[in-house]
C-alpha cells in the first residue's frame, strides 16, 4: 500500500514568488497536516485538514495556506516567498479520530533564493 | 502551551549496545498521544511508538520498548541490540488530539560498527 506521497521533492523559488506544494494521504486517511522543517527551528505544526475543513492552525502567517480536495488530496501554497521560508515541508496524514498514527511523507524541500 | 524536552542532543553507541532516549513533556490535558518518530538522513520521519495518556502500560514491540510514566511526564523509548541502522534522529511528540504534534529538539542517535 502506498505511503503519504508528496511533490515536488525538490523546489526552488525566487523571493516574492509563490510555492505550491502536493501531497497525497495513505488510501482510506481524511486527515492531512502540513509540517515545516527549517533549519534551527525544529519541526513545526502547520496546518490540518479533515474532510475538506481547515480544522486547526499553528503560528504562522497568512501567506501559509492550503485546501483539502474531495479526494483527501491536498496542497500548500506558501505566497510572497521569503527567504527564511526554505524549509523541508513535511505532509502526513491519518484516520479522522484522535489518537490515530500520524504518518509523514518524505517531504518537499524548498529553497528560496 | 505545550513543551517537549529531549535533553540528550547527541548519543553514540557501538552496535549491539542497547540505548535509551529520554523525554519529558508539559501538558495541561488528561487525555492526550504521545508519539516517537525517527528522522534518517533521507528526511522521512518514520513512525515507531504511540502511546495513549490512560494506559500506562508498557510494552515491548521487537527490538524498541518505552517507559511511560504520566506521573512524572516522562515518555522514555529504548532500543535494544542497537544496529547501525538505526543511526537517525529520534523525535518524541505529544498529542492533545488537535493534531498539532509539538515535536521535541531531537536526539541525534549514532550506531557505530
Known amino acids: 500500500e502506498a505511503g503519504v506521497t508528496q511533490s515536488p521533492t525538490h523546489l526552488i523559488k525566487t523571493r516574492g514568488q509563490q510555492a505550491t506544494l502536493r501531497c497525497s494521504p495513505i488510501?482510506?486517511?481524511?486527515?492531512v497536516y502540513w509540517y515545516q522543517q527549517a533549519l534551527g527551528l525544529g519541526l513545526q505544526f502547520l496546518l490540518w485538514?479533515?474532510?475538506?475543513?481547515?480544522?486547526n492552525r499553528g503560528n504562522f502567517p497568512p501567506r501559509f495556506s492550503g485546501r483539502q480536495f474531495p479526494n483527501y488530496s491536498s496542497e500548500l501554497n506558501v505566497n510572497a516567498l521569503e527567504l527564511e521560508d526554505s524549509a523541508l515541508y513535511l505532509c502526513?496524514?491519518?484516520?479522522?479520530?484522535?489518537?490515530?498514527?500520524?504518518?509523514f511523507g518524505e517531504g518537499s524541500w524548498l529553497t528560496v533564493v | 502551551a505545550q513543551k517537549v524536552t529531549q535533553a540528550q542532543t547527541e548519543i553514540s553507541v557501538v552496535e549491539k549496545e542497547d540505548v535509551t532516549l529520554d523525554c519529558v513533556y508539559e501538558?495541561?490535558?488528561?487525555?492526550?498521544?504521545l508519539f516517537w518518530y525517527k528522522q534518517p538522513p533521507s528526511g522521512e520521519l518514520v513512525f515507531l511508538i504511540r502511546?495513549?495518556?490512560?494506559?500506562?502500560q508498557n510494552e515491548i514491540s521487537g527490538r524498541y520498548s518505552w517507559n511511560f510514566q504520566k506521573s512524572t511526564s516522562s515518555f522514555n523509548f529504548t532500543i535494544t541490540a542497537s544496529q547501525v541502522v538505526d543511526s537517525a534522529v529520534y523525535f518524541c511528540?505529544?498529542?492533545?488530539?488537535?493534531?498539532?504534534?509539538?515535536f521535541g529538539s531531537g536526539t541525534r542517535l549514532q550506531v557505530q560498527p
Open positions: 485538514y479533515d474532510e475538506g475543513e481547515e480544522r
Open positions: 502511546r495513549n495518556s490512560f494506559d500506562e
Open positions: 502526513a496524514s491519518s484516520f479522522g479520530q484522535a489518537g490515530n498514527t500520524i504518518y
Open positions: 511528540a505529544p498529542d492533545t488530539g488537535r493534531r498539532a504534534l509539538t
Open positions: 488510501s482510506g486517511h481524511t486527515s
Open positions: 501538558t495541561r490535558d488528561t487525555t492526550y498521544y
